[in-house]
């Protein structure tokens, strides 16, 4: 085993220890630093990300994740203001989730503790790393981050600043650590470091998690990919149909929430799809239709099986016309990835028919998809978008950081 991977799980069971006789307060105190030292330091972060971005293009990255991996000002002020609204939210450990009293005299409840040490392995997504910190701590888990190598310099520059911050006031710079060797060949051996990490969440594409959840000896919470589909009901108001189909697909592609397949009812194909068409080709998005939506949107080409299940993360939008709202949940439960659904309609029934059918963590009515996000539920953060259905499932905000132990008062029984 590597031992700098030895050396920092055990850093960071020293810090677990720590972290968990940390007073809310003192928490809070050191996330409000944190989030100014990302603000004051963003010239650094900048320079740091702009290596990254360089060397993203020099290697042919699509543009869509160049997008993911650029910070901005404005975004380095997101990173920063999740952290502070982590501060404003209650401090689940600690909680006492009920007691109650045995016929012997014992008083039996449950507390919430955190997980421990948590291993987060992600992608070109620099902003991951000031949520992972910041849920984390919030929670008292020690983290450890595996970034990839396309961001390296962004994320060594922002856990540089967090633990400065933190050394400065008085907390443990292991908090967090990030493994600075980039190589497979140690991503493999993090994810077998069960004697130190408790859980261990991957952040990515269908590769990155499909690896993680099959080599890992560590406990895995699979936060997935997102192929996620509109509905375009026969009730629905069409201009606002519109506006969301274009705000879930293009407002940001490179993302897991966009919108990938578009489905639309026949009783408005007719009327909706030239309109879209025409929205949608002002945005340049490539549209491949069935041959139904085909002759009604000049320019799209035809899709094929495979169009159906893609997680494109670009402008690419595959669209189908349906004849009823269960054959539009039955498309969506085949080839969706269990992520995000939404349905436009004005009819409450068919509403509700897809909100109790449609199996996915998120599911909207008349919504964009894209507020599957942490900070849009306020969370403040996230550490992912779980998609599957133990422990935590949708956007991963501090209870999902956290598990329980029983409490069991007594006076002197003794089991007879």
Partial sequence: MNEMLIQMGKNAREAEKSLRSLSTAKKNEALAA????????????????????????????????????????????????????LVDLEDPIGEVLGMKKRPNGLLIGQKRVPLGVIGIIYEARPNVTADAFGLCFKTSNAVILKG??????????IVDCIRETLKEHGVTEDAVQLIGDTSRETAAEFMKLDEYVDVLIPR??????????SQSTIPVIETGTGNCHIYVDETADLS???????????????????CESLLVH????????????????????????????????PGAVPATEKDWGTEYLDYILSIKVVYSVDEAIEHINRYNTGHSEAIITNSYENAQKFLDEVDAAAVYVNAS????????????????????????RGPMGLLALTTTKYIIYGNGQVRP
Wanted: proline residues 1%.
């Fill in 204 to 213: 990515g594409g269908a590769g990155l998690i499909h690896a993680v959840v």
């Fill in 240 to 258: 606002m149909a519109a506006d969301i189909v274009i705000n879930a697909k293009t407002q940001r592609i490179g993302v897991c929430n966009a």
């Fill in 266 to 297: 026949n009783a408005v194909k007719d009327q909706f799809l030239p309109v879209l068409a025409q929205r949608l080709k002002e945005k340049n998005v490539e549209m491949r239709a069935d041959e139904e939506a085909l002759a009604l949107m």
């Fill in 148 to 157: 990839g190598s396309d961001a390296i310099y962004s994320n060594q520059a």
């Fill in 34 to 85: 944190v989030a100014q030292r990302l603000v004051e330091k963003a010239d650094v972060l900048l320079k740091a990300n702009e290596e990254d971005v360089a060397n993203g293009r020099k290697n042919n990255m699509k543009e869509s994740l160049v997008d993911r991996l650029m910070l901005t000002k404005e975004r380095i002020e997101g990173m920063a203001e999740g952290l502070r609204q």
């Fill in 369 to 392: 998809t894209r507020f599957t996000d942490g900070f849009e539920f306020g969370y403040g953060a996230e550490i992912g978008i779980s998609t599957q259905k133990l422990h935590a």
